[in-house]
């Protein structure tokens, strides 16, 4: 097998795709969690702490000379992401355990007895014939 059939026959199984459509919705998910950190958590937690914005805290270490920026050390920044963080993994976690929730369900379902055999249903109909 060459290369590139072993390469399509990878790259068209299901669980490549899937890989795919998770990467980008997580991608989604996760601008739509910056978002919602950025500009509807953090500013009450500013206020809360004394009209702070996170996202301007920083560390001066050397001041901008001519063309060189300023080195800083943005710790605000770090805060916002670290929020960001803790938000997606406990939604996340909760998504989890709910599908676990849900597959525990369905295992503890009882299954629905199984249909008798065409030529079972055929001898019962028979017998009952006869007993007429």
Do not use: C
């Amino acid at each position: 097998m060459s290369m590139m059939e072993e390469f399509k026959a990878f790259a068209i199984k299901g669980n490549v795709v899937d890989m795919a459509v998770g990467v980008i919705i997580g991608g989604a998910f996760g601008k739509i969690v910056s978002s919602f950190v950025t500009d509807v958590v953090m500013p009450p937690i500013g206020v809360l702490v004394g009209g702070v914005d996170f996202s301007k805290l920083a560390i001066t270490i050397k001041d901008a000379v001519g063309d060189a920026p300023a080195v800083v050390i943005s710790y605000g920044k770090f805060i916002q992401t670290m929020v960001d963080f803790v938000i997606v993994a406990g939604v996340i976690f909760m998504v989890i355990k709910a599908l676990n929730n849900m597959k525990k369900k369905e295992e503890a379902a009882p299954a629905a007895p199984a249909a008798p055999p065409a030529q079972e249903v055929l001898l019962t109909e028979i017998r009952d014939l006869l007993k007429k």
